[in-house]
């Protein structure tokens, strides 16, 4: 028995008594270029997920000078690159930021240079809070379970106050509107603004300062103010971590005057708020809280105000979810999806580019540090330095040398002198002794030598004189009749 492949033929043979198998034809074969299958697989899967949500973790965030937005999104299982387009990124009313947990809106493409399926979003919205929202609802937990948010303890706003203290920057919008807003609603209000800090480290102490000032104020007998405003602008959790702080929460819970809180816009929200004797969503709105006759009909206000933003976020919604839903024509889609490709593989080379610039400056300036310890090694101030060391060993060296010479000679000549001074003749003198000497300055030795008239210089130790002889008597002692002297000292 022969068995037969698969697309083998069959052929009998009459006279052999049995059929044989032929060799299977040869299949077709289709051979992709690698960008025709790429491109090929990036239009089925724009097909299929042309339109989904997505959540996740952002991290290894990359704003390029372009403005679209690089990032990863990632869970405990996968991740995907994901490319926001400057012009999405643009409508966005927040910064993504590695570590954000979002949900994104978009399809899934192919960046064909690389080969490497890729999320190109439209739309991002936060999801969860980080470690400042964290922080945030920690201290608010212990707050109220200490009692600072209980409603039993805040206390009602004045119908009719006659002066408000305001607790804000003097410069600003804030300011401005809030003074706008009053003079056109209450004009026989009066505003006594308290200028404090609304940011930085500094500014819960003089918040609460402030607080404190005009408490004391309204305890005196002219009873300042009424009601107290805290009112700042809009920002991140960051800048309104000032009004986030316990020290500010506690000077509101010990104020006596009613304290209203109109920090950030609507959907900010602060410690101050919940501890506050009333929140307003604005200082604008807190203007006209405080200069309404009935509380109910500011109550009412806010309310409708509210419902009505829901309203139209809700509208706006169901009109994004319409218009995302319009077909889009063909030539439309490759063109817009052409230019994100063209736009992506810039920023592509751009990064390599850049990456490349900072590799080069990094090995240039390693070797700049080379040269430069090899030309410290060979300094030559280091040289100087040690020849100057030599030199000034060597004038030591010399000094003491020149010296022991010196001390040494001073000894011999000291000794030469004393010997000399044993052996001169000026030692006798010392003694008592005279030199005569006649006019040629011979030594008279005899009194025969003498003649009357002849001038003599007599030496002693001290000095000499000169005299002239009168007389002379050899043999015996002579008086002389006059001698004439003149002392001339030495």
Partial sequence: MVSSAPNSQRNPDPQLGFSFETAPSPVTRRIW????????????????????????????????????????????????????????????????????HVLLRGKVSVYEQRGQMQIVAEFLEPVGAGSLQVAFEQLRQRLEARGLFDPSRKKPLPPFPHCVGIVTSPTGAVIRDFLNIVGRRHSGLNVLIVPVSVQGEQAPAEIEAALAYLNASSLSASGLVDIVVLARGGGSLEDLAAFTSERVARAIAASHLPVVSAIGHETDFTIADFVADLRAPTPSAAAELITEAQHKIAEFLATQEQRLTRAVRFQLLQAHQRLGRLPISRAEARVSTLLHRQAQRLDDLAFRQEAAISAHLRRRMDHLANLTAAVLRHDPRQALALARERLQDCHTRLHRSFESRLQRATARIGALDARLQSLSPLAVLDRGYALVLNAEGSLIRSATQLTPGDPLTTRLSDGSFTSRVEATAPNRPARRKSVKTNTIMN
Wanted: aromatic fraction near 8%; charged fraction near 30%; hydrophobic fraction near 40%.
């Fill in 33 to 100: 270029k690698v960008g025709d299958l790429v491109s090929e697989v990036r239009l089925h899967i724009e097909r299929e997920y042309g339109d989904l949500w997505v959540e996740g973790e952002i991290s290894n965030l990359r704003p390029a000078p372009s403005g679209h937005v690089y990032f990863t999104l990632k869970d405990g299982e996968a991740q995907l690159p994901v490319v926001l387009f400057r012009k999405q990124a643009s409508l966005l009313r927040f910064r993504p930021a590695d570590g954000l």
